[in-house]
């Protein structure tokens, strides 16, 4: 079984388009990640949940807007894209006194 | 600004042999460390992590080093594999309550068969 899976692994779209990401984690993490790896495979965070609550917002653009319904889901909504969101984006998990975090298999999104 | 980063973007290796990882950090405060490993593709792969209260930490073929005097950390892959290349993270927990993992830039290791 997939630990944090994420839909869809592929995500081309024209810019202006809103489209939205899912993430699901099956090890019972209270705090969930999103984070974006640039084309150099830089990573950086964008946001963090813990139990269904926003805990870290890196300055990332309004058009961005993370949903936890519950703490095993965090999805990633985005309004408005632009060419720059292009990107993979990666949800994570971490939890159970652990500081590691588990990381999906990304969503690469094309902004066309 | 304070950062975690590599010193070398690609390091190519025989298979066989060993490789170092280098990585260089500035923030004192931080006080854990982990790489990872990401396959193309893939996400990134914990490997193995150690805490500021250590130098050294062992794992299957895998050892860390951690200088805090000069800031540095290492990753030590012993007799290296094909299934080995892929680019690799450092990453560190600072204290300032964010518990947030900040990421290096990463370094392609390419084993030659």
């Known amino acids: 079984d997939t630990a944090v899976s994420q839909t869809p692994k592929y995500l081309v779209t024209q810019m202006g388009n809103d489209k939205s990401i899912k993430c699901e984690q099956n090890l019972g993490h209270d705090t969930m990640y999103w984070y974006k790896q640039d084309s150099k495979k830089f990573l950086k965070i964008m946001f963090s949940?813990?139990?269904?609550?926003?805990?870290i917002n890196e300055t990332v653009p309004n058009r961005f807007s993370p949903k936890s319904p519950d703490k095993a889901h965090l999805n990633l909504h985005i309004n408005s894209l632009e060419l720059g969101d292009s990107a993979v984006y990666f949800c994570a998990s971490r939890g159970g006194g652990n500081e590691k975090l588990f990381f999906g298999s990304g969503t690469q999104l094309s902004v066309l | 600004g304070e950062s975690v980063g590599l010193h070398l973007p690609t390091l190519s290796v025989q298979e066989g042999d060993n490789s170092i990882i280098n990585c260089a950090y500035s923030?004192?405060?931080?006080?854990?460390f982990i790489w990872y490993k990401q396959e193309s593709g893939k996400g990134p792969q914990f490997i193995i992590d150690?805490?500021?209260?250590?130098d050294k930490r062992q794992g299957q073929r895998v050892t860390v080093l951690l200088n805090k005097t000069v800031k540095h950390l290492s990753l030590q892959i012993a007799a290296t594999q094909p299934g080995d290349s892929a680019v690799y993270f450092c990453a560190e927990n600072r204290l300032d309550g964010n518990e947030k993992l900040t990421f290096g830039t990463g370094t392609r290791l390419t084993i030659i068969p």
């Open positions: 150690i805490r500021s209260n250590m």
């Open positions: 923030n004192s405060a931080s006080d854990y």
């Open positions: 949940y813990n139990n269904k609550e926003l805990i």
